[in-house]
Structure formats: C-alpha cells, structure tokens
C-alpha cells in the first residue's frame, strides 16, 4: 500500500514472539459493507533481541546479590574450577530500557532475566543449522588466560530456553557471552537478518579443588655447606625445606593446573597458612607435637608474603627453618625421625586433601598423624616434607698447656646430648672455627703471662672432623689441624682464658650453660654460654708418643 494513495493505511503489529516458519502475514479486515479485505505481506523475519543467560535462576532472583556474582577477588568464592553448574540460555524479546541507543542490541551490562521469552526460537526450517554458544569475553584476573568452557553448545530449545550443565575449568571471574554459531561455531547471523547475543558478567569465583605437592627436601645444616650432606641438624641451627605447590582444578575435568591462582586470586599467600609442623612419631607413647619448637627464620627463610611468588598456578618455596631447643634450655632428645611436615590450607579452605571435594584422587596423600597410643595409627592429617634427626649440641675448648718456648695447639670438641649424658658427636664432620671468632677473656691473665704476649695465629680455619679438631685427618694438610696460640716466650710463664663467640662463628646453637665461665656476667641458667678454656705456658706437655714418664736411678736406691 501506497501512503500517497487516498484511502490507504497503515497497520502495526506487535511480535511478542518469532513467526512460525514462513514469516508471513496475512491479516482479513472486516469492511463496512460486512466483506472482508484480504492483504498479504511480504516475507519477514523477527529475531530475538538477545539471550539471557543465568545459573538456577539466581540472576533472575537476586540480582548481583546472587552466588554467582563477584566483581573481583574480594568476592565469595562460588565453584571449583571444573565443577558442572545448571545454566540456561533463554532466547528473549526486546524492552526499551535494554537498548537505550535504539540499535537493537542488548546494552552493556543490560539485564534480560525479566524480558519475556521468545518461545519460538529455534523452531523455525532452518534451526538444524545453527546452535547457540557460549564463550568466555573476559577474565578479571590481571595478567591470567581465558579459560575453557565445556558443554558449550545449547541446542533443541524448547519454550525459547534451554539448561543443561556446563564447566569452566580456570580461577577468578569472568564475563560470558552467547552468539548463534554455525556447525564449525563461527559466529553467524539468526536466518540472514543480524547478529544474537547475550552477555552475562562476573560470573564466579571459581577456585581450585586442591593443591598437589611435588619436590619435597630437607636440607641438613644448610648454613655449614657440608659435603656430604650431613645426616642430622642441631637443635637451633638452620635447616632448609624446599617444595612445589600446583593449585589443580577437579580431576573429572582433567586435573587441569589452574593458571589463574595467582596475584589477589591466590589466596595461599601466607607462611602461617602452610601450618609448618613438628611431629615426634612415638611408636610405644602419644605422639608428641613440638611445633611450637619450630621457627620460621627471619632472614633467609620462607617469605611470610609470598602471593606474588605464584607463577601460572605453580608455588616454588624454599627457605631456612629451625628447630628450636625447649624453652628453659634444658638438654632434651635426640630427636632422630622428626617428622617435619604441612598442611598448606588457603582462605577458601582449599589444601592439598583431595577428599575434600574430588572422589576420584587418591586419599594416600596427608600421611602423618598425632596420635595417642590408644588410636595407633590414627587418621593422617599432615603431609610430611622429610623426617630429621635433631640433637642438643654444645662446644668446648679443651684445656692446653706446655713450655712457654712452644707455641699450644687448641684443641675443641663438639657434643651432644644422648638422652643420659654428653657424648662426642662423631658424625659431626662439617663445624667450622676461624681464629677471628676466638679472644682471650680480659683480666684473666696469670703469672708472669701479659697480654700480647701469645697471639692467635691468623687467619687460620679448623674444620672438625668426628666431633673434634685435633689433626686426624690422614692427609698431607689436614683441615681439622689444631688453631695455635703462639709462644709468648722464655721467662713468660703463666695462664690465660680463651673464649669463642659462638654467636659471631654462625654458632649459637652449640652453646651451654657453663656456670659464668666467659666471664659474661650471666649465671643464669641460659643455656647460651660461650665455651672457655684455660691456656697454660711453663709446664712440660711431655711427648705425644709417650705413655708413661718415670725418673730411673743408675745406683742403688739410698
């Protein structure tokens, strides 16, 4: 019809739902004289204005205030990376308040959980040839990937909506979009008129199933550089632990390493949340839990921040710890399987237990238990990083004593507790001595000895060698040879203190309490004394060969 015609007119129709099939209208208009006017169109295609896309109907229902959405990190956290969750896809009609530039297309951010459903969709002669997609447009995590939808495709609408589960397989938050695809899911326009689509936003979080943990070690006396590695560590002497954690996402879903969790979405960033432990499995006893023994160091241990350590969902730790000797000091152990072991646990309370959640994963992964003698074995509840021997070590510096024409070797033993007394420790080859840690104690010089009068040879190392220096390594320059005082000559007869200063030597750990023997002032039952040991010059040392020194008279006794 012609609108310069007289008598033509125009007719508006209102399509609350797609035409079925042709597209064709074909109205029959009631005339004055009771006959009917019969008209027909032409062909015309109605699409949908977009897709709504919710979980459950939680959009629908609760708005931004549903599980499902979350800005940022700062959200709560609402499925697992490779967890299935229902979702709809509803083909919907227009509204104004949904398209405010008028281009038919559902703006940014535009809610369509309330437009009413086009329950023709995919209906039509043609929809065997198109589907509907979903596909990730953004993720919130900065510097992450765009995860992986499976069971993307929604086909077979029925009433313009169709839910089954789908699995997103990343960390963080991400917004989704929904496009009509063809059979190789490239994007098409619905029936040849323009594109459909429908976006939801801040979709999550997701969060990992758990962590897996790989490349445990404990590395004995870490600071001493032993060669070979020594096989125990003394109580308060640095030790290392090393370790990798993989943030995983469920195991039906591949058991993808979740690239993601890193930054403000790893929420495992903390040396508290490794719950570092000390366990001593007592097999006829309670096990006994001295984790209240083990420290942390303040420099050179495990960082007490290290969120931005995280690397594409892998966590490389190491750093040095120590296990602490008890608190009053008193000599205690030997310790000689200290269980040293963790439960790294984030604030989404996920860990490296795979029963929390996942089924499918082997449960032989947490393998140490507190128990009492009565629930032997119980139920594990840390996963070990390495069991340790740990002993109560001290310090001497053995008494020395000769002509003042002839320079002294010093000699030192180290000890350790067995449980009853102080016995050499003759595993101990690695404890290091340099002279400049060594002094003579101010005021205590005796006789006709000065000070200045005998030096401390420098530089010069004394490394032990079974617990003791005192030249028995059966080579031609031994490293355990003796330190020496030098001679401080005829006429000069006399005594005089020598002290180490463990604390200077990287050896506090081996000190004792020696009654206020160096002189420090401090009586006190510390248990942190520096050895002392009395030098004497004017007195025969005899012959290390010789047994027995016995005076013999060539005439008959008087």
């Not at 993808?256 to 719950?275: H, I, K």
């Amino acid at each position: 019809m012609s609108p310069n015609v007289p008598g033509d007119k125009f007719f508006y129709y209102i399509f609350y739902d797609i035409p079925f099939d042709d597209g064709s209208l074909t109205p029959a208009l009631a005339a004055k004289s009771g006959d009917t006017v019969d008209v027909a169109s032409n062909q015309f295609i109605v699409r949908p204005f977009g897709f709504d896309i919710d979980f459950s109907n939680g959009r629908e229902l609760n708005g931004v205030a549903d599980d499902s959405y979350s800005v940022d990190h700062t959200g709560s956290r609402w499925k697992i990376a490779g967890e299935a969750f229902d979702t709809t896809v509803t083909a919907v009609g227009w509204q104004a308040g949904d398209d405010l530039n008028n281009d038919g297309v559902p703006d940014s951010g535009a809610n369509l959980a309330n437009n009413h459903p086009t329950p023709n969709f995919d209906l039509d002669s043609e929809s065997g040839d198109y589907s509907v997609l979903l596909s990730v447009v953004e993720t919130k995590v900065p510097g992450g990937i765009d995860g992986v939808i499976t069971d993307d495709d929604f086909d077979n609408f029925a009433l313009g909506a169709q839910t089954h589960s789908i699995v997103y397989n990343e960390v963080g938050v991400i917004d989704m979009r929904a496009d009509i695809v063809d059979a190789t899911d490239t994007v098409i326009p619905y029936l040849g008129t323009a594109n459909v689509q429908g976006t939801v936003l801040n979709v999550g979080r997701f969060y990992p199933n758990l962590f897996t943990v790989a490349d445990t070690d404990l590395l004995s006396r870490v600071l001493q550089a032993c060669t070979p590695e020594s096989t125990f560590t003394y109580m308060g002497e640095a030790f290392g632990v090393e370790f990798t954690l993989t943030a995983k996402g469920l195991t039906d879903s591949g058991n993808y390493t979740t690239v993601n969790y890193r930054g403000d979405y790893a929420f495992l960033d903390t040396f508290v949340e490794l719950e570092m432990v000390a366990i001593d499995d007592v097999s006829t006893a309670d096990d006994v839990n001295y984790s209240s023994r083990l420290v942390n160091l303040m420099s050179g241990g495990i960082p007490s921040d290290f969120s931005a350590t995280w690397n594409n969902g892998i966590l490389e730790l190491s750093g040095n710890m120590r296990f602490d000797r008890a608190a009053s000091g008193v000599p205690d152990g030997p310790f000689s399987d200290m269980q040293i072991a963790f439960l790294p646990t984030d604030e989404d309370n996920v860990t490296i237990d795979p029963a929390r959640e996942d089924p499918l994963t082997s449960l032989s992964v947490l393998n140490v238990d507190l128990d009492t003698l009565a629930t032997e074995p119980a139920d594990p509840e840390y996963r070990l990083i390495l069991e340790h021997e740990f002993r109560y070590g001290r310090l001497i510096i053995e008494n020395a004593y000769g002509p003042e024409t002839e320079d002294l070797a010093l000699t030192f033993v180290v000890e350790y507790f067995d449980g009853e007394e102080f016995v050499r420790n003759t595993i101990d080859s690695c404890t290091l001595i340099d002279v400049t840690d060594l002094s003579y104690v101010p005021g205590t010089y005796t006789g006709d000895l000065q000070d200045t009068e005998t030096t401390l040879e420098s530089p010069d190392t004394a490394k032990f060698l079974e617990g003791q220096t005192q030249g028995l390594e059966n080579v031609p320059s031994p490293t355990d040879a003796p330190l020496v005082t030098t001679a401080p000559g005829e006429g000069n007869s006399g005594t005089v203190n020598v002290t180490l200063d463990l604390n200077a030597a990287g050896l506090g750990f081996l000190g004792f309490e020696w009654d206020d023997e160096d002189g420090a002032g401090d009586p006190g039952e510390d248990y942190d004394d520096d050895p002392v040991g009395v030098i004497e010059f004017g007195q025969y040392r005899l012959h290390d060969r010789i047994i027995n020194w016995q005076e013999i008279y060539n005439r008959p006794t008087p």
